[in-house]
């Protein structure tokens, strides 16, 4: 199974956080796939940059984010622009099989 979790980096006390997709069985600081945005919590307010495309392509192929990292995207508003993309999606994938169904037709 695929994950969108928490890399930790930084000093010792001074802690920042890349996301990244990663499989499950991969240690928190180990191997990734790719990194798809960093968190700093010390900054006033924290620094939250994602890459939405990019997540989107991981979740729409089945990686699940920790709890962490859900909090994170209902944050900044991604879960809901993730239900909008896949609905838009879906609808676009209809329209297209009703054309083939007519192109088929005629």
């Known amino acids: 199974m695929v994950k969108i979790r ?3 980096t930084g000093s010792k006390k001074k802690a920042s956080y890349r996301v990244v997709v ?7 600081d180990g191997r990734f796939l790719e990194n ?3 968190y700093n919590p010390r900054e006033d307010p ?3 940059v994602l890459k939405e495309e ?4 991981w979740l729409s192929v089945g990686a699940q984010p920790t709890d962490s990292v859900k909090r994170l ?3 900044k508003g991604v879960i809901e622009r993730y239900a909008q993309f896949k609905a838009n999606n879906q609808e ?3 329209a297209v099989s009703e ?3 007519a192109e088929v037709a005629e």
């Open 6 to 8: 928490l890399r930790r």
């Open 73 to 75: 995207f209902e944050s």
């Open 36 to 38: 798809v945005g960093h």
């Open 54 to 57: 990019r997540i989107f392509h």
């Open 46 to 48: 924290p620094l939250i």
């Open 22 to 28: 990663a499989p499950s069985t991969a240690p928190r």
């Open 92 to 94: 676009a994938g209809e």
């Open 99 to 101: 054309a083939e169904v």
